[in-house]
């Protein structure tokens, strides 16, 4: 008896424990429930990870959902783009290449923003789950930052060139407007042409008052700004041309004149930005600034550089590759360039132009006009003879320094170049693209591309590039999976351009051997020629107070004219007196 009383006091007094286990138990159910409702209300899979559910919260979010909804799911817009998904072709060939249109928009909101609120709540309702569409895995790459850009900004006018490094930009899109054209050009009649001589100074007026902003992708001309730690200015005004598959084939027509017949369809424009994917299109936007090619990226709405097969490439790439074929390398030509290093030269007809247009030489003209009319005629003649001294001195000087650069980076020569099916042919070194396999000679030769070693050693003269005398030997690249190639690390696998092959060495009957990742003016010895075109400014003390100095000048022969003016007028006597 005394057995039983004592199980039951102990039931009795597990009873609050049951209860709380029976309540967390039905909470566990509800929550399960719940859960289920959730997945039924948002047809994603039930299998779906927990990052991905965290990834999703930001879209489920009471705050999101009716301005996403608002500027994606319209009946209209859900048309297109359902169409234009079902259009889009991804495929990617022997050499990494990425096929599609480069006007297209990305695809990874499609599975997302297809799925409207009144067709998941009609599903709810009527419980039909088994034709929805599985979970699209690319919506764990698609983030908050980037939603935000697309929706509110889809065609941005303003963009970043070259972000986070040391060479960043500004870039904003414009296009000609035929009413300020017009406006623009009676005031330079208006005016005798002073207007003109201003705008020429600064191109970035005669843009603002020849042109309107528009988004980039539609943009004819670019205005670049370059800020150098927030104290000098510079602006390049760009045109923006559009290659297409036409140019590509005159070009493939003039270099193979056999090849008459030529399938339009298989024609596709090759541009590289990251990760050795090449993207092909039938047409694409590209400008030049400073000597590097800038290509339209559809994917992030915005100009990139237009970069070699250096960046963000494992090192067994380049080891898994073969030849080129034709349309391979001239599609990729278009694009990149002949490979060579250009150097802007100018006649000396336009040397003499831009020289007389100097402001400080047209204040000369001016004041040789003004002394001319008050009969100075000596002081006159002294002023002339030594501006017309000063301007041929100096077009002598920027022609010798044209001549003296354009010797330094001429490109002759050939190279033996492997083709699609391994067979070595002799071609110009113009033609040398990123993803070229070329021979190295067991005679030597002088590198016109920066090419990453693949069999055999080289030893080689890099006093070109670094002034060390002392020869240097390249090792081929070992064909690591998980080691990504990087020109500082890997520098003693590059064969730079430049620099002189003294001798080549190789194992038994194999080739010495080089990939190309780099051509013309994105080489080593390309960027070298740029840091001297193109130096940064230098911000001395001096020159700053010379500039203040020189407007306080203006300004106190501004006051002095127009007093004297006005005296002359309260007194009536002639000017010239």
């Not at 994606?72 to 297109?80: G, N, Y």
Request: aromatic share 10%; hydrophobic share 35%.
């Amino acid at each position: 008896m005394s057995v039983c009383q004592s199980e039951d006091a102990d039931i009795a007094a597990s009873r609050p424990e049951t209860l709380q286990l029976q309540s967390l138990s039905n909470a566990i159910v509800n929550s399960r429930e719940k859960d289920l409702d959730t997945e039924e209300y948002y047809p994603f899979s039930r299998i779906a990870t927990k990052n991905n559910r965290l990834k999703l919260n930001w879209w489920h979010s009471p705050t999101q959902p009716q301005d996403v909804e608002a500027a994606f799911l319209q009946p209209e817009r859900r048309e297109q783009r359902g169409h234009g998904h079902a259009n889009r072709i991804n495929t990617v060939d022997n050499n990494n290449t990425v096929v599609h249109s480069c006007l297209n928009t990305p695809s990874k909101l499609f599975s997302v923003l297809q799925r409207s609120q009144p067709d998941r709540d009609q599903k709810v309702l009527t419980c039909d789950t088994k034709n929805e569409p599985p979970f699209d895995p690319g919506v764990e790459e698609f983030d908050m930052k980037d939603s935000h850009r697309l929706v509110d900004d889809p065609k941005p006018c303003d963009g970043i060139l070259n972000q986070d490094q040391e060479d960043q930009m500004n870039i904003s899109g414009y296009r000609r407007c035929y009413v300020r054209s017009i406006l623009c050009w009676v005031c330079i009649v208006l005016t005798g042409g002073l207007l003109r001589l201003v705008l020429h100074w600064w191109r970035h007026w005669y843009l603002f008052a020849t042109c309107h902003q528009c988004p980039l992708d539609e943009a004819d001309q670019v205005l670049i700004v370059e800020d150098y730690q927030g104290k000098h200015k510079l602006y390049h005004v760009k045109s923006v041309r559009v290659l297409n598959t036409n140019q590509l084939k005159s070009l493939l027509l003039k270099g193979y004149p056999k090849s008459s017949e030529v399938d339009d369809n298989n024609l596709q424009i090759s541009v590289h930005f990251t990760s050795a994917q090449f993207k092909n299109c039938s047409s694409i936007r590209i400008f030049r600034c400073k000597q590097l090619v800038y290509a339209w990226d559809s994917t992030l709405n915005c100009f990139n550089k237009v970069n070699g097969l250096d960046l963000n490439v494992p090192c067994s790439y380049y080891h898994q590759q073969r030849g080129l074929t034709v349309y391979e390398q001239l599609s990729r030509r278009i694009v990149f360039g002949e490979n060579e290093i250009t150097v802007p030269l100018r006649d000396v007809k336009t040397l003499l132009f831009l020289e007389v247009l100097n402001p400080f030489y047209v204040f000369q003209i001016f004041s040789v006009v003004l002394w001319f009319t008050y009969d100075y005629y000596y002081y006159a003649c002294v002023i002339l003879l030594m501006s017309i001294f000063g301007i041929t001195m100096s077009i002598l000087q920027t022609k010798k320094n044209q001549d003296v650069l354009q010797k330094t980076v001429h490109n002759t020569g050939n190279a033996f170049v492997l083709d699609s099916k391994g067979v070595s042919k002799e071609f110009p070194t113009q033609t040398l693209v990123p993803g070229d396999i070329i021979e190295i000679p067991s005679s030597g030769c002088t590198m016109q591309c920066d090419a990453v070693l693949l069999s055999g050693n080289c030893i080689l003269d890099e006093s070109m590039l670094t002034g060390e005398s002392v020869p240097v030997t390249k090792t081929p690249l070992p064909p690591k999976r998980d080691m990504i190639f990087d020109k500082k690390e890997h520098a003693r696998h590059i064969l730079f351009c430049g620099t002189k092959v003294i001798q080549t060495r190789y194992i038994g009957s194999k080739k010495v051997l080089a990939f190309v990742i780099n051509t013309g003016n994105i080489t080593a010895k390309g960027e070298l020629i740029r840091s001297i075109l193109y130096p940064p400014p230098v911000d001395y003390k001096f020159e700053q107070d010379s500039y203040k100095f020189i407007q306080f000048l203006a300004l106190i022969a501004c006051v002095g004219f127009i007093y004297t003016l006005i005296t002359k007028i309260i007194r009536g006597t002639d000017p010239l007196q």
